[in-house]
């Protein structure tokens, strides 16, 4: 029987995590607070943390905490941003033409329609969004601009700016997907997100998932101001009555010890040996970036190239899984973390080079 291998879901490794969890449970505080209901919008300790952990890897300006909303992951915190940023009269949200496939499943169960705005090497165009914001009249724009999935595209400071200007003009909420940001230099060095640059109209969903793990569900919401997070917090404790804890405690106290970043620049450094491999393998048109977990491989017939890999049994993700139905598919993500063990991570990737 033939070996199976994940390259499809992008999962950070988590060896290194594990150990570091274990001893964390054993010791952390828990007393009869812990099973009380929690503050809504999560304890205002841990938020204070998070909004740290933004300053310092997020490549934010100072971050207030009563702007973060705790989130069960970074998904929960874009259901929120799309449901508070699309209006009823005209439920649709502008998304890049490749996008984050969670974003299309929950905007088509909620009853929004995804319009795609083309994109080149640094992302989505500001031209383009033009044409789209004026033919649709859409409310809202979800945007990746760091390692951009499934792309790997990083947009330059400038595209930012002109992005953010589009925005502006047509009056667009933009809903920031970030769980990347912090593994990638430029932004950790300086490169600011679309929420420093427009504060006022920019939701941004981030979560500790990839890289610590997504098992944690540990999630935030920044919004433009403290009563936007009070809707937010009268939402989830509607729908929740506040969420759980202790996870989020561990991963606190692990932003405010440096375990977190420890962990984080011991990711990246694998990441970056990883991306240099499936390079060597698969040649220079692959598309990769500082310390991704993912990367792009062009394909005339990536949906073809998807079956054969699947009988050889390496899982990937062809292109058709983050367009809409009517947009050319020409590529395949390739996850680059969920094979824990690099020679089993170099034999699926040595089949996508035998299957091209």
């Known amino acids: 029987m033939?070996?199976?291998y994940n390259l499809a879901v992008n999962l950070p490794l988590r060896g290194s995590v594990l150990p570091r969890l274990r001893a964390a449970l054993a010791s952390t505080p828990v007393d009869a607070d812990t099973l009380a209901y929690p503050?809504?919008?999560?304890a205002l300790w841990i938020r204070t943390s998070i909004a740290g952990w933004l300053e310092r890897m997020g490549g934010h300006g100072p971050v207030d905490p009563a702007r973060i909303a705790l989130t069960i992951g970074a998904r929960h915190a874009l259901g929120i941003a799309l449901a508070a940023a699309t209006s009823s009269r005209n439920p649709s949200v502008l998304v890049e033409e490749h996008t984050y496939h969670g974003v299309r499943r929950m905007a088509h169960h909620a009853g929004m329609r995804c319009v795609d705005v083309a994109m080149d090497r640094h992302g989505i165009r500001p031209d383009a969004l033009v044409q789209a914001a004026t033919r649709s009249r859409a409310t809202a724009l979800y945007v990746q601009p760091t390692l951009q999935n499934p792309t790997t595209a990083t947009m330059p400071l400038e595209r930012r700016g002109?992005?953010?200007a589009v925005a502006e003009r047509f009056g667009l909420t933009i809903i920031e997907g970030d769980v990347y940001a912090s593994l990638h230099r430029p932004v950790r060095d300086g490169l600011p997100p679309l929420a420093r640059i427009a504060p006022h109209r920019t939701l941004h969903c981030g979560g500790i998932g990839k890289i610590l793990g997504p098992g944690l569900r540990v999630g935030w919401l920044l919004h433009p101001d403290a009563a936007a997070q009070a809707v937010t917090a009268a939402r989830i404790q509607l729908e929740q009555d506040g969420l759980p804890a202790l996870p989020p405690s561990i991963v606190a106290r692990w932003m405010d010890d440096g375990t977190a970043e420890a962990l984080l620049d011991e990711l990246a450094d694998a990441l970056r040996e990883r991306g240099e491999m499936a390079r060597r393998i698969l040649g220079e048109d692959l598309v990769t970036a500082d310390a991704s977990?993912?990367?792009w491989l062009p394909s005339a017939d990536p949906s073809a190239m998807e079956a054969r890999l699947l009988t050889r049994g390496v899982h990937v993700a062809a292109s058709r899984?983050?367009?809409?139905?009517?947009?050319?598919a020409h590529g395949i993500r390739l996850?680059?973390?969920a094979e824990e063990n690099p020679v089993r991570l170099e034999q699926a990737l040595r089949i996508v080079a035998e299957e091209r």
């Open 293 to 295: 977990l993912h990367a």
């Open 2 to 4: 033939e070996p199976s």
């Open 321 to 328: 899984h983050f367009v809409g139905t009517r947009k050319p």
């Open 335 to 337: 996850a680059l973390g």
């Open 162 to 164: 002109e992005i953010a």
């Open 39 to 42: 503050d809504p919008a999560g």
